[in-house]
């Protein structure tokens, strides 16, 4: 049985948190003395007293969440984050459909960076800070993040964490999660902090640099100017390839390796020598066409190729040049990082390099077991064996993945969408990636043009890619609903 009173208590809670950022961005608006004012002001207000409500049908709750609770909770949290998140947009008059206020939330909130907003420049400054501000809250995720800051509040955290953590493998660096949840965003936090001084010192102003460190280091995409290419000076790209190449690296790792100076057992791990030797083959494999075809010279081939290879294997979508130009192999090339993803238990989305290397694993063992019927070949990562319901798991999440994506494809196909285009926004979407590779929807390009129905549909997929499509469509069985 859901216990609905548990429920409550913890998205009430949650609800102030969004309502205290949004504050945050009501003081952004007095300082600008922009138009936004009143909107911020509602929207906090509005938040603010709908916690309180469902917070009072929480308050004789215990501190206790069952494993079903948890996936309800972050599932929900998730689509009422973005259903309070878009009344900023509504009550200003920037957007005036509901479906699009939040499709462009829940595209924050999931870090997709998937825009419907055709002039983003005539955005008022508060509303632009809300916007990254949104994927960089979503970038580690909303419950872990109350984790880390209330943890008393979440019984079940590690439940809840199992519900919204992204990758087949959980790696902790303290007993408690609490304490690892608060290690995990001070990396993030620091890395941030670190990443938007980087920007200023390189010449951005401080509004943008602020921005775009959230942008860089959530892998969410959001530019605070129209479309994705914005880097103008060699420097600030490169800044830009590094930090969103940190934020595609495990987190737990990134402490261990670089906060606790053991590199080793960074260099050691199977999933980051994958993620590194994905983003070398395909930049000198890109570079090497964009020379031969392009007339590229060697430094910007270089750069190019490499910004759009770390954009696109970590989900960011942020862009330097117009991919869409370029030979159609370098599509395929970047739609397989983008399928692909970094790694697990980072703030990027994809299937995740850890997944794709186990997968490549057991097919090699299954070749080999053609010859020797009867050897036993454990699939190993990084020295460690993989049992065989993760193997099993694995499997089937994969079959999910393939699935979900002819499914979406097919049904944008079949309302009108070419394609080519269905294809490449539902691997883009649940990538939580954002770009796509046409000349109708690229990175200097809106999804304004999709019709209602789909960009409904396009939220769910962002959510169910978020979510890493398990914790959404477990909630649409049978046997989830059932007492016993």
Not at 106 to 114: D, E, N, V
Not at 358 to 386: C, D, F, T, Y
Request: aromatic share 14%.
């Amino acid at each position: 049985m859901i216990n609905w009173r548990i429920i409550s208590k913890i998205i009430g809670s949650l609800l102030f948190i969004e309502a205290f950022f949004m504050a945050c961005c009501l003081v952004m608006a007095f300082s600008f003395h922009e138009d936004d004012v009143l909107a911020f002001m509602m929207s906090t207000a509005f938040t603010f007293g709908c916690a309180f409500i469902i917070l009072y049908f929480g308050r004789e709750a215990e501190n206790s969440l069952s494993r079903r609770d948890a996936y309800v909770v972050v599932a929900l949290t998730w689509v009422i984050f973005s259903f309070f998140g878009m009344f900023p947009f509504l009550i200003h008059g920037s957007m005036t459909s509901i479906t699009d206020a939040y499709f462009e939330t829940m595209s924050g909130f999931t870090t997709t960076g998937a825009t419907v907003i055709d002039n983003v420049e005539a955005l008022p400054h508060a509303l632009l800070f809300w916007r990254s501000l949104m994927q960089w809250i979503g970038g580690l995720g909303i419950v872990f993040f109350t984790i880390a800051i209330l943890p008393s509040l979440v019984g079940g955290s590690v439940k809840v964490f199992a519900a919204e953590a992204t990758g087949p493998m959980r790696s902790k660096m303290h007993p408690r999660l609490s304490t690892s949840a608060k290690w995990i965003w001070s990396i993030y936090v620091l890395l941030t902090i670190v990443c938007a001084l980087s920007f200023w010192l390189a010449g951005m102003d401080w509004f943008d640099a602020t921005n775009y460190s959230m942008s860089t280091t959530a892998t969410g995409g959001f530019s605070t100017h129209n479309g994705t290419i914005f880097l103008a000076k060699p420097s600030i790209e490169y800044l830009a390839i590094l930090f969103q190449f940190l934020a595609g690296i495990n987190f737990t790792l990134l402490y261990i390796g670089i906060f606790k100076l053991k590199i080793g057992t960074l260099l050691r791990n199977s999933e980051f020598k994958m993620y590194v030797a994905a983003i070398v083959v395909a930049t000198v494999w890109i570079m090497y066409l964009l020379i031969t075809r392009m007339d590229y010279a060697l430094e910007p081939a270089f750069r190019s190729s490499l910004f759009q290879v770390v954009s696109f294997i970590t989900t960011t979508g942020l862009s330097n040049t117009d991919a869409g130009a370029w030979p159609h192999i370098t599509w395929v090339i970047l739609m397989v990082l983008m399928f692909m993803g970094a790694c697990a238990g980072s703030t990027t989305g994809g299937f995740k390099c850890v997944r794709v290397l186990m997968l490549l694993k057991v097919l090699r063992n299954e070749l080999r077991h053609i010859l020797h019927p009867n050897a036993v070949l454990p699939v190993k990562m990084s020295g460690q064996s993989i049992p065989q319901n993760r193997l099993v798991t694995l499997l089937a999440f994969f079959t999910l993945y393939v699935i979900t994506l002819l499914i979406t494809a097919t049904i944008m196909s079949v309302s009108g969408v070419d394609f080519t285009n269905a294809v490449t926004i539902s691997l883009s979407l649940i990538s939580n990636v954002g770009a796509g590779l046409d000349t109708n929807i690229g990175p200097q390009m809106s999804w304004a043009d999709l019709s209602v129905g789909i960009k409904w549909l396009c939220s769910l997929l962002m959510l169910v890619g978020r979510l890493e499509i398990m914790a959404v469509l477990v909630l649409f069985t049978r046997s989830f609903w059932k007492e016993n």
